[in-house]
């Protein structure tokens, strides 16, 4: 993938429930240079959900013959399902915009391994386990087995902080997504800078 025009692609993990998801839409609202990579997941719509806007919803059979045809850039099983970033969507929306990325550490792992992608890396954490409970619990998404699943899950995930650029401890939604802001328009700087320098 070749492009002239140099935009940037900012991945946000965390673990369940620190709030990516919500910075994710706050900064694309905002920011109208950003577009969501949609992804593709085997996992069941959640109410509110709508097919192409919040994930592509494809069959096991459907997502097994896109790892094997090597459509993806990075897929990842996360409990029970599936999720992947899809290499002709990411190609065609990095020449006219910048991507966020709402993956896991799985994921990130696999993208960098693509020189050709200019990444910038961002983890979020809860300020504490207990916190990070509550919050699962309040968001009210999932069963409490599911809860209990994704808290467990959460001292393996956190293990990989260390394969990103800024760590941030979401203690306040809105001081987070200005950290995050600041990174962005800083790297935007960079990146217009080095597009200037000859």
């Known amino acids: 993938m070749s492009h002239d025009v140099k935009n940037i692609m900012v991945i946000l993990s965390s673990v369940s429930g620190v709030g990516k998801t919500t910075i994710t839409k706050k900064i694309q609202q905002k920011y109208q240079s950003f577009k969501i990579s949609v992804s593709h997941t085997t996992r069941k719509p959640r109410p509110n959900e709508v097919d192409g806007v919040d994930y592509h919803f ?27 970033t899809h290499k002709d969507s990411v190609d065609k929306m990095i020449k006219k915009n910048d991507i966020i990325f709402d993956i896991d ?8 391994k693509f020189k050709n992608l200019e990444l910038i890396k961002i ?19 999932d069963s409490l087995d599911e809860v209990e699943r994704r808290f467990e899950a959460f001292d393996n995930d956190i293990k990989h902080w260390k394969d990103y650029d800024y760590i941030i401890i979401n203690e306040n939604l809105e001081n987070c997504y200005k950290q995050v802001e600041k990174i962005i328009s800083k790297h935007k700087n960079i990146f217009k800078a080095s ?3 000859v």
């Open 195 to 197: 597009q200037i320098t």
């Open 105 to 112: 550490w799985q994921g990130t792992k696999q993208l960098s």
């Open 58 to 84: 494809v069959t096991k059979e459907k997502f097994k013959k896109l790892i094997d045809d090597g459509k993806f850039y990075e897929h990842a099983k996360i409990f029970d399902n599936f999720y992947g």
């Open 123 to 141: 983890y979020l954490i809860p300020p504490s386990k207990k916190e990070l409970k509550n919050r699962l619990i309040k968001r009210n998404q």
